[in-house]
């Protein structure tokens, strides 16, 4: 794959991110929605993929990237790069590099639909700290029952709950995906918590039955709580299937960050993940941490975990939002007890763990009182308290 310089992005070219209520990106990382000509937001509940590729945003991204520059829209991956990380930019150039290997020629026109990220609503059982309403419908919930009664119709969470339904509402997105599955390549499904979204297992087996599936790449991030049977007699007849868990913490730590998980449950399922994959050889497994305020303290245990349960890769993702839970958030003196805690680790990851402290020592994000407001109002809310697992963390920010 011939690129024009090496701050060049494949995916405004090759790929869209459906977000869990229908409107769309060019990956889950780009700052704004994509809009049409008139400044709307493209809704996929009626939109048309060639369109939204065609559209005025993708064709002005290609052009940027064409011309050497660094968009704006792609800030997120600047700052990781910046601080000597791996982008989701980079990444991308290397898991699509076999899909591309042949593309040498680039101008503003895009190129095949071959990646496809599909989070196919916010439909999950865990209301998770670094999560929200927009990702998760327990998460809505639980904020729509503390509004007052007069607030939850006009609400922004009743307004997630109402548009994280929309692949189970729009025929136009399902026969538009049909359109390009001679394309198509690569599959990502997050969510929501994409194991209880059966519409994308039903998709998976139009795929099988058009003929298609042995050409398709899968990658899943769940939340580990799930293990679903009716999906061992669909993946085998794809190219690929990865399965990245979410897992940020372990024991009291892991269940206080994803409400209403039971550590021991995800541990069982993970093995039974494990059997799955000696059975089937196009099956992996990863895991996908994502550091934040609450387990970057305490990376070196995630760690210790991971090294010993044999995944096949460990992919340690940045949490840019909401800024409340980023690392940049912390207070200057936790920054300082963290600094030294992630430099001077004896991890097999301490040079990740360096480079997630350049990250957070780049720039500073919300005040320390919005961030202890915000842990404190959740902290009421679940009868929890950040002091019965995480002491060192509330003493360096000042939780009481």
Not at 188 to 196: H, I, Q, S
Request: charged share 30%; net charge negative.
């Amino acid at each position: 794959m011939k690129l024009p310089h090496d701050k060049f992005c494949v995916l405004p070219w090759v790929s869209l991110e459906a977000s869990p209520i229908g409107t769309v990106r060019p990956c889950c990382l780009a700052k704004d929605e994509l809009t049409d000509n008139f400044d709307n937001k493209f809704d996929l509940n009626n939109a048309k993929l060639d369109d939204i590729t065609s559209g005025v945003d993708m064709t002005n991204l290609r052009r940027y990237f064409l011309d050497g520059e660094q968009p704006s829209a792609c800030q997120r991956c600047w700052a990781e790069e910046d601080a000597g990380r791996t982008s989701k930019r980079m990444h991308t150039l290397d898991r699509l590099k076999d899909i591309l290997k042949h593309e040498t020629t680039w101008t503003e026109e895009p190129k095949q639909l071959y990646f496809l990220d599909l989070k196919l609503g916010n439909i999950c059982n865990l209301k998770c700290r670094i999560c929200g309403s927009w990702s998760s419908s327990t998460y809505a919930g639980e904020e729509l029952k503390a509004l007052p009664k007069e607030e939850r119709k006009t609400s922004f969470h009743r307004e997630m709950v109402q548009k994280g339904a929309w692949p189970r509402k729009s025929n136009t997105f399902w026969d538009e995906l049909k359109e390009h599955v001679g394309t198509i390549r690569y599959l990502e499904f997050t969510g929501g918590e994409p194991f209880m979204i059966t519409e994308h297992f039903e998709f998976l087996n139009t795929l099988i039955d058009m003929g298609v599936a042995h050409n398709i790449e899968i990658h899943y991030n769940t939340n580990g709580t799930i293990y679903p049977n009716e999906a061992e007699n669909i993946w085998f007849h794809f190219k690929h299937v990865e399965i990245a868990f979410s897992i940020d913490a372990t024991k009291e730590r892991f269940e206080y960050q994803r409400t209403e998980a039971k550590w021991s449950e995800v541990e069982a399922n993970i093995a039974k993940f494990k059997t799955l994959r000696e059975q089937f050889t196009n099956i992996s497994l990863q895991v996908c941490s994502t550091i934040n305020i609450f387990n970057v303290m305490y990376l070196d245990e995630v760690a210790e975990w991971i090294d010993k349960q044999g995944f096949d890769f460990v992919y340690w993702n940045m949490l840019h939002d909401a800024p409340v839970h980023s690392i940049i958030s912390l207070p200057k003196e936790a920054k300082k007890i963290v600094y030294n805690k992630l430099v001077n680790s004896n991890s097999n990851h301490v040079e990740e763990f360096k480079r997630t402290a350049e990250f957070m020592m780049q720039r500073e994000g919300v005040s320390q009182y919005d961030l202890l407001l915000d842990i404190k109002r959740i902290d009421q809310r679940r009868g929890h308290s950040l002091l019965n697992h995480h002491v060192e963390l509330a003493k360096a920010i000042g939780y009481e």
